[in-house]
């Protein structure tokens, strides 16, 4: 399912679509969680911004707009908010992992 206005604001992915995305180069996993969710496990190799903080967008910022962003949260909809920011600020290939880490079944890192 796409999320849009007048184009493709994001892409909702399953988990399975996010797994196959993240085998290859050039995706950047993000997690918008809590440091406190963060101790609970995350996936690896992702970076960790949380949507909470007064410096989100201006962390984001700091992204190369260019790359592809696979983004998740524990049900998927804070991630979503998340990629609707990203692209209010120029990104461009956001794909949002429907249901987040609940519906995950990959490994994660401690």
């Known amino acids: ?12 992915i399953n988990a399975e679509e996010f797994q196959e995305k993240m085998k290859h180069p ?3 996993v993000l997690d918008v969680r809590t440091p406190n ?5 995350y996936i ?7 949507i909470y903080h007064p410096q989100f ?4 910022e700091k992204f190369d707009k260019k790359k592809e962003y696979l983004v998740y949260c524990l049900k ?3 991630s979503a908010e998340a990629c609707e920011i990203m692209a209010r600020h120029g990104f461009k290939k956001l794909y949002n ?7 995950w079944s990959g490994p994660l890192a401690q």
């Not at 969710?37 to 496990?41: D, L, R, T, V, Y």
Request: aromatic share 10%; proline share 0%.
């Open 1 to 12: 399912m796409n999320t849009t206005t007048a184009h493709k604001i994001f892409h909702n």
């Open 26 to 28: 050039g995706f950047v």
């Open 37 to 41: 969710e963060w101790h609970h496990g």
């Open 44 to 50: 690896y190799d992702s970076r960790k911004v949380d």
């Open 57 to 60: 967008e201006n962390e984001i």
């Open 76 to 78: 998927g909809q804070r």
């Open 97 to 103: 992992l429907e249901g987040g880490l609940e519906k």
